[in-house]
């Protein structure tokens, strides 16, 4: 038998060398100065083939089929399984994705719109020109496409939708041509209109072309008058540009009359700043008009005081309006307030507080705010939520911005009782929690360890509409390993893991060490396992979300 295998084996080298010089015979004989060029040229690929197939067990497949079917049916395969691909991306990304096709023409772009399989309404046009990085021509595209849609109604609140993109992102040119193609269709711009497009210049800080977009207010269907100049004075003295307001003043004060709103604008503008002698003089001329100061004047001016460290003189004009026995206001008081509390002074502006309520006057939500804050601010705690659950039996419904401030410092200092009371009384009370204070709640309790209390917090999130993202997801893992539950800590990351995200490697490398201090090896082998995988699955996703694809 061992004979046998030599001679078979022998037998085989034999006629493999024996078709060798065949072989190189035939390439041999070439010219030697050509020989490269012409073999290349002049010998069939299938000869090579043959040849090759003599020496080694090659199997030869005629390539007959062609890569790319030009049969329309193919294409409509293709096009079905591409649909199927982007199943699982949201409406407002699958109408970006057109754009990130590049077609050419208008034509092509409407047609590859109206083929997205979505119901095109008012939101998703806002969702889809907000959000993602399309450039200014796209977005126009897009939303001229969108009013063509028998969904979508014309009018300024849906141009208000796209001008405030496009100035947010200082597309001015396409602004204005939105603009002129309002007016083409007849809609009127109205004020809220106005104050989209002067805000845009004025945070650009383009403050000549905001006020040049005022002088040809007549271009677009609106007036120079009372009202136009208010929405203009607002948003120049809300961006800090009081000089430009007051020097705007100035120019139209032959062209346009004023009312005491324009004055109070300027006025509450130079304020903010503590420029006394300037909220003099726009006083002055107030009065030199036959206009007569009303509550908000004098919060402004009792601001302004109080910001130039002239408490004294504050509490004297505050004194004295009680002696002609004006009727005062929450607007007064808030400044009494604000300006005890800025130096420092809580006590004397809970004493104000007091004589609000013993006067009748009504605190507001912005009476509630800067008493809180300031307890919050100075820590203490007790006071602040004794004013938050007075705040609530007043019926007052704290909005979603208020009480995140409110539970930020909660939870950057001591235990997290105190924020999950504030927590517990605003969501009794109806109030809409952010997903930034469920964040904040469980990072806190994350961090104490208060797992029962953090899961809780976690079911509640998700009730209230908030999927879970990976800040949220390594809170919940971080809170496990401290109290020593790693089997559902390794659940959770699993969780994580196949929902695409990937927690950050001190969250990964906290679980791993403590299965291992655990001796539970075979738990953490398998996990770190699937960690590489979705490791290399976040490394791609990152690179190709960077070249403008989704993955």
Request: glycine share 6%; aromatic share 10%.
């Amino acid at each position: 038998m061992l004979l046998a295998r030599f001679l078979a084996s022998r037998s085989t080298s034999l006629s493999i060398s024996s078709s060798i010089p065949t072989f190189y015979h035939s390439f041999s004989s070439l010219p030697n100065s050509q020989s490269h060029e012409t073999f290349s040229r002049n010998f069939d690929e299938s000869l090579v083939l043959n040849q090759l197939s003599d020496l080694l067990p090659i199997r030869q497949t005629p390539s007959t089929e062609k890569p790319f079917s030009t049969d329309s049916s193919d294409r409509n395969n293709h096009l079905e399984e591409v649909r199927v691909l982007d199943a699982f991306l949201p409406p407002e990304d699958k109408l970006r994705g057109i754009f990130l096709q590049k077609l050419h023409g208008k034509t092509a772009i409407d047609k590859a719109l109206t083929s997205v399989d979505v119901e095109l309404t008012v939101d998703l046009v806002a969702k889809v020109v907000n959000r993602g990085n399309l450039d200014a021509a796209s977005m126009v595209t897009f939303f001229s496409w969108g009013i063509k849609q028998q969904k979508i109604p014309i009018n300024n609140d849906t141009y208000c939708i796209i001008l405030k993109a496009l100035g947010r992102r200082k597309f001015f040119a396409h602004m204005v041509e939105m603009l002129e193609d309002m007016r083409s269709r007849g809609i009127i711009p109205n004020l809220d209109t106005l104050y989209i497009v002067v805000d845009s210049f004025v945070r650009a800080r383009r403050i000549s072309k905001a006020i040049e977009l005022f002088s040809g207010l007549e271009d677009y269907g609106l007036k120079c008058n009372t009202e136009t100049l208010n929405v203009v004075l607002q948003c120049l003295c809300r961006r800090s540009h009081v000089g430009a307001a007051s020097s705007l003043l100035v120019k139209t004060k032959a062209k346009v009359s004023f009312d005491v709103s324009t004055y109070n604008i300027v006025i509450g503008g130079w304020s903010r700043f503590g420029r006394v002698k300037e909220v003099e003089r726009i006083l002055k001329e107030l009065v030199d008009d036959g206009f007569e100061a009303n509550n908000l004047t004098y919060s402004y001016v009792l601001e302004c005081l109080g910001r130039a460290g002239r408490i004294d003189e504050s509490v004297e004009i505050f004194e004295g309006l009680e002696e002609k026995g004006c009727v005062l206001d929450a607007a007064i008081y808030n400044a009494m307030i604000s300006n005890f509390i800025s130096h420092g002074e809580i006590d004397e502006s809970v004493k104000y507080y007091g004589r609000m309520l013993n006067t009748g006057c009504e605190p507001n939500a912005d009476t509630y705010m800067k008493l809180i804050s300031a307890f919050l601010k100075a820590r203490r705690v007790a006071d602040a939520i004794e004013m938050f659950d007075e705040m609530l039996s007043r019926g007052m419904i704290v909005t979603t911005g208020t009480l995140t401030s409110f539970l930020e410092p909660l939870c950057s200092y001591g235990p997290p009782h105190a924020a999950l009371m504030i927590y517990k009384k605003a969501r009794q009370a109806g109030c809409r929690i952010s997903l930034t204070a469920y964040k904040l709640l469980l990072m806190r309790l994350s961090r104490f360890g208060k797992c029962g209390m953090l899961l809780n917090i976690w079911n509640e999130m998700q009730e209230s509409g908030y999927s879970s993202d990976m800040q949220v997801y390594e809170y919940v893992i971080n809170g496990l390993c401290n109290i020593g539950q790693l089997e559902n800590a390794v659940l959770v990351m699993e969780e994580a893991l196949q929902k695409g995200f990937y927690p950050s490697r001190l969250i990964c490398s906290k679980l791993n060490n403590k299965l291992l201090a655990s001796n539970k090896i075979e738990i953490a082998y398998k996990l770190f396992l699937k960690i590489k995988v979705a490791r290399g699955n976040h490394n791609s996703q990152t690179y190709w979300r960077a070249k403008g694809w989704h993955f």
